[in-house]
């Protein structure tokens, strides 16, 4: 298959797994042919890796498999420790980076992810790069090393290069979905959601269908507007932009469709918005939704990111109890709030606490917020508490239909 070809081929499964539950792992696995590294972890998180370290979502992802093993284990024994976030914070957004460049020379000699983890990994002569994310996001993606034997060549980082934005704009489109608890929905399913802003196009650029949250949006008139059914920002700077992401996803017939996101500014600062625009593929179409071509989702930026009990449980050994008031205090409620809610009195919370913090080797509030919000999921899917393997998607199930 040519580098084009493999680039469109990737390109599609991204944009499909940015709607569907069940692509991602095939779109991960179409980035690691394309690229030629034999594997990648993709890391998600708030602000800059070099402020505060916090890394909400992760996954492994090597040749076609995705590893939870190595997942839990870098969650379990290395994030608090890894030399690279910090640098991960120094790089301007798209730049490529070694990853012995990360690291001081000191480090390389000490470092635990770099001579334990990546050696494992077959991954100290990868490549790192850091894309800002919507919201002040940041998503952080570590390539291992090249499949190649000469190492990496001109070709693959110009791949390289190529995809991240589209990786990290199907990323953008699924947090807004995992945190609508809308991943996975069909097209016609989203229009029933009240959690985000959808908006179906056809292929001409006119309004399909939109949710309540949509029309709501509309009829405000101060971010998005309908005239004549075609989609509009309301202020013109901002139209100029939205056009242009509309026809990079509607382009002519025979064209590459691809997706993109901006800002649109609204009177009040709280109700900024996150404007994706995403193409469908007829793949992805059935009967009520065969004239849509692109969707449009919209989201406040304060949306608060959700954190799964079931998978912290898993991925630091606690109880369910445990789990749920950790969870709590990562989400940013007191002690005197988790009694509260829970029905228990505030020092058998702070007893819980210390089993918690005897069972991770720390000693602070801070120190458990970290470790808890480190082990959020990106991708919708749930850890079995029993078993420690995630109940997935149909996909890492073992379909592979792609």
Request: aromatic share 6%; net charge neutral.
């Amino acid at each position: 298959m040519s580098q084009g070809d493999l680039f469109q081929r990737t390109l599609a499964l991204l944009q499909r797994a940015a709607l569907e539950d069940g692509y991602w792992l095939s779109a991960a696995a179409g980035f690691n042919e394309a690229t030629g590294t034999r594997g990648h972890g993709l890391g998600f998180g708030p602000g800059y890796p070099d402020r505060d370290g916090d890394l909400l979502a992760l996954r492994f992802v090597f040749g076609r498999r995705r590893r939870r093993d190595w997942e839990r284990a870098y969650l379990r024994d290395y994030v608090t420790r890894d030399e690279r976030l910090p640098a991960f914070g120094r790089l301007a957004s798209g730049e490529v980076a070694p990853t012995g460049d990360l690291l001081t020379e000191s480090e390389r000699k000490t470092s635990a992810v770099y001579n334990e983890m990546l050696r494992d990994m077959r991954g100290r002569d990868g490549l790192n790069v850091r894309l800002d994310g919507p919201a002040g996001t940041h998503i952080v993606v570590a390539l291992a090393d090249s499949s190649e034997s000469a190492g990496w060549s001109s070709g693959q980082v110009e791949m390289i290069e190529r995809l991240l934005p589209h990786m990290g704009h199907s990323i953008g489109v699924r947090q807004v979905l995992v945190d609508a608890r809308a991943y996975g929905e069909t097209l016609a399913g989203l229009l029933d959601n009240t959690r985000t802003c959808a908006i179906q196009l056809d292929r001409r650029g006119r309004v399909v269908e939109a949710n309540d949250v949509a029309r709501d949006i509309l009829r405000q008139g101060d971010a998005l507007i309908d005239p004549g059914g075609f989609l509009r920002a309301a202020r013109q700077a901002e139209n100029a932009e939205l056009q242009l992401l509309l026809a990079g996803a509607l382009p002519p017939f025979g064209g590459q469709a691809v997706g993109g996101s901006m800002v649109i500014r609204r009177p009040s600062p709280s109700k900024t918005l996150i404007v994706h625009v995403n193409p469908v593929g007829a793949e992805s179409r059935d009967d009520r939704t065969h004239r849509v071509a692109a969707i449009v989702l919209a989201v406040s930026p304060e949306s608060r990111v959700r954190v799964d009990p079931d998978f912290v449980a898993s991925a630091l050994g606690l109880t369910p109890t445990e789990s749920r008031l950790a969870v709590m205090l990562a989400a940013g409620h007191t002690v005197r709030e988790i009694a509260a809610a829970t029905g228990r009195k505030e020092r058998s919370v702070h007893w819980l606490l210390q089993q918690i913090y005897r069972k991770q080797g720390i000693g602070r509030q801070a120190e458990l917020v970290r470790r808890v919000l480190s082990m959020q999921t990106l991708f919708g899917t749930t850890v079995d508490p029993k078993s420690g393997h995630g109940g997935g998607t149909t996909e890492e199930r073992g379909s592979t239909t792609a």
